[in-house]
T-cell receptor
Framework: DARVTQTPRHKVTEMGQEVTMRCQPI?????VFWYRQTMMQGLELLAY????????DSGMPKDRFSAEMPDATLATLKIQPSEPRDSAVYFC?????????????FGPGTRLTVL | QKEVEQDPGPLSIPEGAIVSLNCTYS??????FMWYRQYSRKGPELLMY????GNKEDGRFTAQVDKSSKYISLFIRDSQPSDSATYLC????????????FGKGTKLTVNP
C-alpha cells in the first residue's frame, strides 16, 4: 500500500529551537509539495519540487524556513529559529508529475507546537 | 477576493440526507478540479477529480463543474456518519506547474 510517510508525527519545541520535518514520497512520484495548515489560513503551499529540483518556494518565509530533497526518497523542511506563529500542521504531498495530472497524495502530517 | 472561496460551514445533516458542498473561483484558467476529504487529525485524501466541465459520478458522490459560472459542487447522496469530515476543493490551471489552489474547507457532520 503506497503512501507518503512523514516524521515526526508530533513535535513540541521551544521558541528559537531548530525543527526538522521529514517526508518520504511515494516511490516513483517525482513531484513533492510542502504545505502548512492552520485554522485561519487553511492549506498554504510552502514549497514544491520536481525531480528533486526546487521549483517554487515563494510561500516560505526565507529567513527561517528551508526545504531540500537530498535524494528521491527524502524531502526535508527545516525551521531555524522556530517561533510560536509557526505552530501548525505541516503536510507533505507527492504526485506523479505527468503532463495533465494534478493528483497529489498527502502524508499524515507533522503537528508542530512552538512554545 | 481570494482565488477560491469556500463556505467553511459547519454543516450538520441527518443520516440519509443529500448535501451539496460548493466552491467559487475567480481564475478562468482553472481546468483541473478536485475534491479532497480530510478526517480529523489526518491528511487530505483525494475524493473526486474532474478535468474541465461536466459531471462525474462515483458511487454516492457526484462532482459538478460549471465553468461559465466559475462554480463547482460536490453532492453526497444517502449521507453516512462516516462522511463526517472536512471537504476541501482544489483547482489548477492547464499547463504550467502542478500547483493546486485550495479552498479553506467545509466541515460536515452527519448525525446518525
Amino acid at each position: 500500500d503506497a503512501r507518503v510517510t512523514q516524521t515526526p508525527r508530533h513535535k513540541v519545541t521551544e521558541m528559537g529551537q531548530e525543527v526538522t520535518m521529514r517526508c518520504q514520497p511515494i516511490l516513483g512520484h517525482n513531484t513533492v509539495f510542502w504545505y502548512r495548515q492552520t485554522m485561519m489560513q487553511g492549506l498554504e503551499l510552502l514549497a514544491y519540487f520536481r525531480n528533486r529540483a526546487p521549483l517554487d518556494d515563494s510561500g516560505m518565509p526565507k529567513d527561517r524556513f528551508s526545504a531540500e530533497m537530498p535524494d528521491a526518497t527524502l524531502a526535508t523542511l527545516k525551521i531555524q529559529p522556530s517561533e510560536p506563529r509557526d505552530s501548525a500542521v505541516y503536510f507533505c504531498a507527492s504526485g506523479l508529475g505527468l503532463a495533465g495530472s494534478r493528483e497529489q497524495f498527502f502524508g499524515p502530517g507533522t503537528r508542530l507546537t512552538v512554545l | 477576493q481570494k482565488e477560491v472561496e469556500q463556505d467553511p460551514g459547519p454543516l450538520s445533516i441527518p443520516e440519509g440526507a443529500i448535501v451539496s458542498l460548493n466552491c467559487t473561483y475567480s481564475n478562468s484558467a482553472f481546468q483541473y478540479f478536485m475534491w479532497y476529504r480530510q478526517y480529523s487529525r489526518k491528511g487530505p485524501e483525494l475524493l473526486m477529480y474532474t478535468y474541465s466541465s461536466g459531471n462525474k459520478e462515483d458511487g454516492r458522490f457526484t462532482a459538478q463543474v460549471d465553468k461559465s459560472s466559475k462554480y463547482i459542487s460536490l453532492f453526497i447522496r444517502d449521507s453516512q456518519p462516516s462522511d463526517s469530515a472536512t471537504y476541501l476543493c482544489a483547482m489548477s490551471p492547464q499547463g504550467g506547474s502542478e500547483k493546486l489552489v485550495f479552498g479553506k474547507g467545509t466541515k460536515l457532520t452527519v448525525n446518525p
